[in-house]
């Protein structure tokens, strides 16, 4: 089963220096058909202008995926953390106990990015954050794993039994994944066009996945994806 939720049909808010479209309930757009996938609370597609930003406000107990997709963003947490993350990079924040942490972009230009919120396996577990560069050449043609919940996938790590991907693909480029029974994927081309076991999605449309155990993915265009995989 692929539910595909078209980009002109996500929630969203217009605060000026943030545009802010919501795959899931959000803030103030609430719809109960919408409250997540499986595991997955929130995928947000923002963009923020350029010296603005999301000044300090707290979090607990959810695994926060930043993927950025154009410009950058800088971090600052109370944990003592700071960091900037460029285009096709990505941070991640355990929020854990809790944690104050501001988010802004720093750059003379729009930054774009999804912001992506996992429900944590381990409450009450000590936060922390982190950033790592993963080029865009690396995941040419294939889904490379970004943040998991698995210390052999050699990724970020978060606190939930879900994997994070991504991949870059040529138009006219097939790739496969393997969804395991009773999981569920949620995925969203960041830019181009492609086919998904012959559901067609747009850029920043989602779908989400359930009892299709293997996923078929074409580019009908240059195409660049993020997918979670969880419970």
Known sequence: ?????????LGGADHGWLKARHHFSFANYYDPSR??????????????????????????????????????????????????????????????????????????????????????????????????????????GRFTVVA????????????ADARVLAATLKAGE??????AEGRRAYLVPAVGEVEVNGVTLNARDGAGIKDEPTLTVTAKADAELVMVDSL
């Open 1 to 9: 089963m692929i539910d595909v939720r078209p980009f002109n049909t």
């Open 35 to 140: 409250m997540g996938w499986g595991r997955l609370r929130v995928w947000n597609d923002d963009e923020i202008a350029a010296q603005s930003g999301f000044p300090p406000h707290p979090h607990a107990d959810m695994e926060i995926i930043t993927y950025v997709r154009t410009g950058a963003i800088t971090h600052q947490d109370s944990m003592g953390n700071e960091g900037r993350t460029g285009a096709g990079d990505v941070q991640v924040m355990s929020a854990g106990t809790g944690v104050r942490h501001a988010e802004f972009n720093l750059e003379p230009e729009t930054t774009t990015l999804f912001q992506i919120w996992i429900e944590t396996d381990r409450r009450g577990a000590q936060p922390s954050w982190g950033q790592r560069e993963f080029p865009k050449s690396d995941r040419s």
């Open 148 to 159: 998991s919940g698995d210390p052999g996938d050699g990724a970020l790590h978060i606190n």
């Open 174 to 179: 097939t790739i496969t994944y393997d969804l």
